[in-house]
């Protein structure tokens, strides 16, 4: 304020415009100095708002933190997750919270007035979040392994409603404009090699998820993401209401062929459904194919089959078809929107393959392969099934005369081999794989944590030295409201980004049929892979050094390749003579037994690679499809089939009505190929043990947590891989693995 501006504002609040006149009588009044008082300073608005924002932050954590499903996790190891206060109806109120904290510290970020820097922008970035992450942890285990109507009813509601949430910080302009600065600064900002390539997913990622659209364009794909997040929780909910039915087995005739274990856990799961005096088939796979290879009774077969097969696919309230076609369009309006060619080219941006065209000419590689020899296969089985009078060999035989092939051909019935498999001690047996290679060792503490459910069984994982590495959850049979197959799950991440380390919570899931109270579960040699498969998985996890958790999830086509290749211990002799022993007598697996077993390794790969590379060839060419395209999915399937020239007598691993890889979620969308991928790196590394001489070498098993397992995404994956090998992984070991020709 100017002088002149003090003295009037003086003038004007003593009431006086103008000195008082002068007279002979009067002593003039001595007039004060005016004294130039400055206001106070005025803050600057961004540093208000700024506090304001921080104010707001502090508020919502203290709320946040008295919630049971968002609060830090309390308890040993660094806390655990609170699984007896995971209740469906404390979802709704923890996720309306945690997303109200999630976007306050979103807020603080964009409002820091200070430049944006990888200190200002990223640490926080990856810091936010933590409670809500916390919840949707949680419900994620309540949707996948206890989906009942209430977890239904929450999901139904919510899914849409964080698909709105997230889509709101990857549209926020303000947030995206300092991760922008930061990425455009990367290379003279003195980052690390982490912290740069941190930056550099994460701008990606953001753009790949539409913050550089306009607002139309933002708000026409927000709509679009919300759709799809209500369709993938519909699917779903269809397929596990599918697979929750049964086939009731009601005379003794019914079990000609079975063992006597099958038909135990089939009574078992009888009497779990109150059908006493019966038997049932469970519709899911680990109950149906173990029923499809021993049953004689080829009518039961078949209708074992058409159920399991036609899930999802049955006209009534459960039909997923309208859903797919529905699915399949805003996928490709979500595409081309951001600017891709396909919903298949948008997926891909970020994986080893980059591009639809190599992944599809890795499947077409191994394509005529595969179906040349389910011809020899099915040859092979004809004269046996002829003896049956089975004119032709249809899907629901497959399995069946596959292993009266496979006990003729190697004299081997897989039956032989159950009583060695038995479940328990193949769940130590991959404990002691990964002490043999990794140094780790696992400390059951089942009951001093809580658990989801009563089979849930944990354990205390320590590393070589001794220090506490992280625990493993495992789930291993199937129930109502668990959704069907096989997975692994990370509850927490490795972090250290904080200045504290954070250690790792996995858990693994299985569908094995759970015999009679007391008796051992004896379980198939393929199960039992299954098991070392999500094993590796959980593996991945325990065994990660990831300093920031933006750096922890591998490509896809990268991500199974660890879990693919652990599957190799499963018949080392090593293994074998500690935990393969026969469940009655204790005896180690004869040696002749297993050399029929190796001998028979090849067997069935024609039917086994169809199977799964037919599931991966529609995948794609369904997500490669043009603009415009209307999709009739049980047309489209067959159709492709027809085009690719698919043997009759087998069905897709996974039909498009209950292809919950491709519709659950976008994550295996124009990806199941995938796993052929990262075969051809676990085949590569199951020779680098072979021509090490042992299959717990020292020296690649360490290279193998090095450079795989340890850094998570750090580095470029296939680079990492040419680290680990000193050279790109050959797709000639995946067709001699097979027991393909390695030559056109």
Known sequence: MSRFGSVLLGLLLTGSCCPPKKSATTTPTPVEPVVDVAPPPVKDPALVAYEAAQAEVVRLRALADQDPLLAKWTGPYDGVPPWDKAKPALVGPAFTLGLQLLMAEID???????????????VPLQDAGRHEDRAETIFSVLTSSLNGPE???????????????????????????????????????????QEQRLVELTYARYVQSGAKLDAQGKAQLGAINQQLAGLFTEFSQKVLKDEETWIVLETQKDLAGLSPGLIASMKAAADERKLAGKWVVVNTRSSVDPFLTSSSRRDLREKVWKAFKGRGDNGGATDTNAIISKIVALRTERAQLLGYATHAHW??????????????DLMMRVWPAATARVKQEVSDMAAIAKKDKVKAIEGWDYLYYAEKVRKKKYDLDQEQLKPYFELNNMIAASMYMAEQLYGLTFKEITGTVPVFHPDVRVWEVNGKDGKYVGLFYGDYFARGGKRSGAWAS????????????????????NNFVKGAPGEPVLISLDDAQTLFHEFGHGLHGLLSEVNFPGLSNTPRDFVEYPSQVHEMWVLTRP???????????????????????????QFNQGYATVEYLSSALVDMALHTLPAGTTVDADAFERDTLTKLGMPKEIAMRHRLPQFLHLFSSDSYSAGYYSYLWSEVMDADTRQAFKEAGNVFDPTVAGKMKQFILAPGNTTDRAEAYRQFRGRDPEVKALLEKRGFPTTN
């Open 575 to 601: 293994i074998l003579d500690k935990y393969g022993l026969h469940y009655q007598t204790k005896a180690k697996m004869p040696q002749k037994l297993l050399d029929k077993v190796e001998a028979s390794k």
């Open 347 to 360: 997926r891909m941006y970020d994986s080893m393959a980059k591009d639809p065209a190599k992944a599809q």
């Open 108 to 122: 603080v970020i964009v409002k820091n007035p200070a430049p944006a820097t990888f200190q200002t922008v990223f």
């Open 490 to 509: 990370g509850y927490r991440g490795h972090e250290t980004f904080t200045g504290k380390e954070v250690t790792a919570i996995t858990s693994n899931n």
């Open 151 to 193: 977890v239904q009813a929450v999901d139904q509601e919510w899914s849409p409603k964080l698909a709105e949430a997230y889509d709101r910080i990857t549209f926020n302009s303000g947030l995206f404009a300092k991760i922008s600065a930061v990425y455009e600064a990367r290379m003279s900002a003195g980052l690390t090699p």
